[in-house]
């Protein structure tokens, strides 16, 4: 079974940085590209940041380029999600997942708020 658990979120300032954290168990980690998501309330996950196997390349939606950095270290099982100057826009609840997503399991989430 797919479990997920991320970690990080918190409340910050527009401007600030945080750093979320997600470990996996229950597939081959290192064959998977892994996507870190944000979820606004009465909307569906919004994938925001790709890092395809073995950390050969990644991909960004246009509103977080230059500010979000997503990694992965395939000893650990883990992705990370460097997030710098941020804005209010960025308050959400951030998910990890592997791509593609396994029968719609998600882990619980971590909420990030950014104040104006």
């Known amino acids: 079974q797919v479990r997920i658990v991320e970690s990080g979120g918190g409340s910050v300032q527009a401007g600030g940085s945080l750093k979320l954290s997600c470990v996996v168990s229950?597939?081959?980690?290192?064959?998977?590209?892994m996507k870190w998501y944000r979820k606004y309330p009465d909307r569906d996950h919004e994938p925001v940041a790709t890092?395809?196997?073995?950390?050969?390349?990644?991909e960004y939606v246009n509103s977080v380029k230059g500010r979000f950095t997503i990694s992965r270290d395939d000893s650990r099982n883990m992705v990370y999600l460097q997030m710098n100057s941020l804005e209010f826009d960025d308050t959400a609840k951030y998910y990890c997942?592997?791509?593609?997503?396994?029968?719609?399991?998600w882990g619980q989430g971590t909420q990030v708020t950014v104040s104006s």
């Open positions: 890092v395809f196997a073995f950390g050969l390349r990644t």
């Open positions: 997942n592997r791509d593609p997503v396994y029968r719609n399991q």
């Open positions: 229950g597939f081959e980690f290192s064959r998977y590209p």
